[in-house]
């Protein structure tokens, strides 16, 4: 399994601003993904990162709002954009890695909180 | 798109009982089943996997049993122990997009 960080781990942002999110893996990997996971709830796709194109979105999920950059095999950040309160959640990265190249690891998570 | 359902939402089990969980799912080209235990404050770890060519797989007191024809499958944890509390989410995949259950919070009483 690869082994994936997430920086950083908690933030407390004030509403209207901006956080990005960095998810770095120590192997090269095709393919991540973005989740959140609002308290208490299941893990959401917000988009799939591809390095050297645009990422997809998830319906529900824009660029403006969630743009993302994955600029090698090894590294990608989310931005979440004009914070509000209901931004509040956990988000967590993940990696395609594996035998099949199918199954998805884990980074620790970011857990974020709009004032 | 794929739709997959869990239960029980919680499960409080007795510790050496046995726990059950079911999930079922919508879209018959879901090949891929990965199970993931959440203890609270850390992320989701993958505890077991089945793919669609498979009926049933076992790792020492986890096991997880596929049925195709009916659309679902399932998670059996033996001998519990309380170190299996923990929310419990099932997945089914078609090729790299995953598809979560709502999860499961499993309580294991000592």
């Known amino acids: 399994s690869a082994v994936i960080s997430q920086k950083p781990s908690r933030d407390i942002c004030q509403r209207g601003t901006s956080l990005t999110i960095q998810c770095q893996v120590d192997?090269?990997?095709?393919?991540m993904f973005w989740y959140r996971q609002q308290p208490g709830q299941s893990l959401t796709l917000i988009a799939t990162a591809n390095q050297g194109s645009e990422a997809t979105y998830e319906s529900g999920f824009v660029i403006d709002k969630f743009p993302i950059s994955r600029p090698n095999l090894t590294f990608s950040t989310l931005t979440v954009s004009n914070l509000s309160p209901e931004d509040s959640s956990i988000y967590l990265c993940s990696v395609a890695a594996g035998g099949g190249g199918d199954t998805q690891y884990f980074g620790p998570g970011t857990r974020l909180t709009v004032l | 798109g794929e739709n997959v359902e869990q239960h029980p939402s919680t499960l409080s089990v007795q510790e050496g009982d046995s726990a059950v969980i079911k999930c079922t799912y919508s879209?018959?080209?879901?090949?891929?089943f990965p199970w993931y235990k959440q203890e609270l404050g850390k992320r989701p770890q993958l505890i077991i996997d089945?793919?669609?060519?498979?009926g049933e797989k076992k790792d020492q007191r986890i096991a997880v049993t596929l049925n195709k024809t009916a659309k679902h499958f399932s998670l059996h944890i033996t001998e519990t122990q309380p170190e299996d509390s923990a929310v419990y989410f099932c997945a089914a995949s078609i090729g790299n997009q995953f598809y979560f259950g709502t999860g499961t919070s499993l309580t294991v009483i000592p």
């Open positions: 192997s090269q990997v095709t393919m």
């Open positions: 089945i793919r669609s060519n498979v």
């Open positions: 879209d018959s080209a879901s090949n891929y």
